[in-house]
């Protein structure tokens, strides 16, 4: 590993952790030359399918590009930088149990548009409007009905299992 001060490639590794899902290593290196101190990661590199855009043309997996996403629909908003990375872990662990060699970039979108009400129901707004291109306000007013409708499907649902338990 290349010293990011000094350039030199000798150190060492003075501890290792890895992350709550064992997933991520973090090493805290030292370096042999400049005795500066500082931190790598290693995660596992898995063979990810193509995605396949709209107009036919083939892209490699580029994780970042999807956390870059996630990150302007969640700016300002009370979602922490591991929330984002935990969130697309799941999308990338979905595509691996897929085991296709190409995808449809389609059903990524799907897939996130299902699973981000969840972690924050107006990141989920805001990258709707983008991953579904709103023509007018009729379409987007639509799609904030049907999130409010499913939010109180699940408040009916769970407030009838919370009555039928107290009779």
């Given at each position: 590993m290349k010293c990011p001060y000094c350039g030199h490639f000798d150190n060492k590794v003075t501890d290792s952790?890895?992350?709550k899902d064992s997933t991520i290593t973090r090493r805290r290196r030292s370096c042999l030359s400049c005795n500066q101190r500082f931190t790598t990661y290693e995660?596992?590199?898995?063979?990810?399918?193509?995605?396949?855009?709209?107009?036919?043309?083939?892209?490699s997996w580029d994780r970042q590009k999807m956390v870059i996403g996630l990150e302007k629909a969640c700016e300002k908003r009370p979602v922490s930088?591991?929330?984002?990375?935990?969130?697309?872990?799941?999308?990338?662990r979905k595509l691996q149990d897929l085991g296709a060699?190409?995808?449809?970039?389609?059903v990524i979108g799907e897939w996130v548009m299902e699973d981000l009400p969840a972690?924050?129901?107006?990141?989920?707004?805001?990258?709707?409007?983008?991953?579904?291109?709103?023509?007018?306000?009729?379409e987007f007013?639509?799609?904030?009905?049907t999130l409010?409708?499913?939010?109180?499907?699940?408040?009916?649902?769970?407030?009838?299992t919370n009555e039928y338990k107290e009779n």
């Open positions: 952790r890895l992350n995660r596992l590199e898995v063979m990810m399918p193509m995605l396949v855009k709209k107009d036919g043309r083939r892209e930088v591991d929330k984002i990375d935990e969130f697309v872990d799941n999308i990338e060699k190409e995808v449809l970039s389609k972690l924050d129901e107006v990141a989920y707004v805001r990258f709707a409007s983008v991953y579904r291109q709103f023509k007018d306000v009729n007013m639509a799609e904030l009905k409010l409708d499913s939010r109180n499907d699940d408040d009916s649902s769970k407030n009838g």
